[in-house]
C-alpha cells in the first residue's frame, strides 16, 4: 500500500470503527459519521444528475444540439420551484400531473404485463410425471392459496379458510427463506468490513 | 381550473402512453423516449427543492441547538466538498478527488451501517420468531435451514443443501409470485384510479 491508499484506507478504517461504535450506544463518534455520510451521499448523487442528466437532458440538447422542444420539460421543472411561494404554487400541479401521468401510463402496462402475465405464465406449465411435475403442480397450488389469503371479500371459513390457511403457511416459508438470505447477506457484509480493518492494520502495522 | 387541468393532464397523458405501449412503431417509441426525457428533467429540477429543504433544516439545527451544531457543520461541509470537487464532468472518472470521497467515505459507511444490521436482525428476530404458533415455527425453522446452507463453511450435508434447493425454488417462488400477482393488480387499479381521476391526492391540498 503507497502512503495515499494507506491515508485514504485510514479514514475509511477511521469511519468504520465509528459506526462499529452505535454497538456501544449512540455516542459522538457514530453521529459525525452519520451527520458525514448525509452530507456526502447528497452531494454526491447532486453532482451525478448534474452531469448524467442536467447536462446530457436539458443544457446539450438545448444550447448544442439546438432541440428546443426540450424548453418546454425544463420550463415544466422550473414550475416546480413555484412551490416555494404560496400564491404560485398550484403551477407546479401541472409538472406533477405531467410527471405522474407519464409514471402512470408507462407502468400500468408493464406491472399488468411483468407482474401479472408473466407470472401467470411462468406458474402454470404444462404438466409431467416426474419430480419436475409435481413441483409444478404444488407451485400452481400453492400461488393460487396465497391468492386466496389475500382475498378479502369473502370470510376466511371452510374449504375457502383452510385454502387460505395454506396460503399463510406458503407465505410464512417464503418470508423465512427470505429473512435467512437476509441476515447471512448481512453477515457477509459483517465479515467483508471485519477483514478490511483486518487488512488495514496488518499493512499499518505489519503481520 | 387549478385542479382541473392538472386532472386533464393525468388523464392525456395517461392514456397516450397506455395506448403507445400497444400499437409499437417509431412514432410510439419516440413518444416513450420522449416522454421519459420530460419526466427525467423535471425530476432534475425538482432536486433544487430537496437540496434547499435540507440545507434549510440543517441550517435551523446549527442556529438553534448549540450542542447540535458541529455535527449540523460535518454533514455542509460532507455536501460543499462533494459539490465542489464534482464540478467538472471529469471527476466522474475513477481517481478523481471526487470518486476516492466515495470509495473511501461514502463506501465504506454505507457497508458498515447494513452490516450493524445483522446484530440487530437478529435481536428483532429472537423477539419475532418465538416459536408461538404454527406459522411462527414454519418462519422460524425455513429461516434456520435456509442459514445453515449459507454458512461461511459450505453446506452442512447433501440433505440440508437438497431441502434449501426446494424451499427457494418453490414454497419461496410461489410466495413471491403469490405477492407479486398481488402487488401487480393493487398497482394497476391504482394506475386506473389515477388516470381516471379518482385517486387525486397527489394534487395536495389548496
Known sequence: MTTVELLWNGLAAFLTLCIFSFLYKDNPFYKFAEQLVAGVALGYWTMLLYHTTFTDKVLIPIFQQGKLHYILPTIMGIMMWTRFSKKLAYLSRIAIAFYIGVGTGVALPLYMYNYVFRQLQATVVPLQFSWLGLNSLLMVSFVTCTLFYFFFSKEHKGTFGGLSKVGIYTLMAGFGASFGLTVMGRVALLVQRIIFLREYFIALFGS | ?206
Not at chain 2, 9 to 26: A, D, E, M, R, Y
Not at chain 2, 39 to 62: D, E, F, H, N, Q
Not at chain 2, 81 to 86: K, P, Q, S, V
Not at chain 2, 195 to 206: A, M, N, P, S
Open chain 2, 1 to 206: 381550473m387549478r385542479r382541473q387541468i392538472p386532472l386533464y393532464i393525468v388523464l392525456v397523458c395517461g392514456i397516450v402512453f397506455v395506448i403507445q405501449f400497444f400499437i409499437p412503431s417509431h412514432e410510439s417509441e419516440f413518444i416513450f423516449e420522449y416522454g421519459q426525457d420530460w419526466v427525467m428533467v423535471i425530476g432534475i429540477l425538482a432536486l433544487p427543492l430537496g437540496i434547499w429543504s435540507y440545507l434549510r433544516k440543517t441550517w435551523l439545527t446549527a442556529v438553534k441547538k448549540p450542542k447540535e451544531r458541529f455535527f449540523a457543520g460535518v454533514s455542509l461541509f460532507g455536501f460543499a466538498i462533494m459539490m465542489l470537487t464534482g464540478l467538472k464532468r471529469e471527476s466522474l472518472m475513477a481517481g478523481s478527488l471526487y470518486m476516492e470521497l466515495f470509495e473511501y467515505v461514502l463506501i465504506p459507511i454505507q457497508a458498515t451501517i447494513f452490516s450493524l444490521l445483522a446484530f440487530y436482525i437478529a435481536s428483532a428476530a429472537y423477539r419475532a420468531f418465538r416459536a408461538r404458533s404454527v406459522i411462527a415455527t414454519m418462519l422460524l425453522g425455513t429461516a434456520f435451514i435456509v442459514m445453515l446452507r449459507l454458512i461461511p463453511l459450505g453446506p452442512i450435508s447433501d440433505v440440508n443443501q437438497a431441502l434449501v434447493g426446494w424451499i427457494l425454488s418453490v414454497p419461496n417462488m410461489a410466495a413471491k409470485r403469490g405477492l407479486l400477482i398481488g402487488i401487480g393488480l393493487g398497482a394497476i387499479a391504482t394506475c386506473i384510479k389515477i388516470i381516471l381521476g379518482i385517486e387525486r391526492t397527489y394534487l395536495g391540498r389548496d
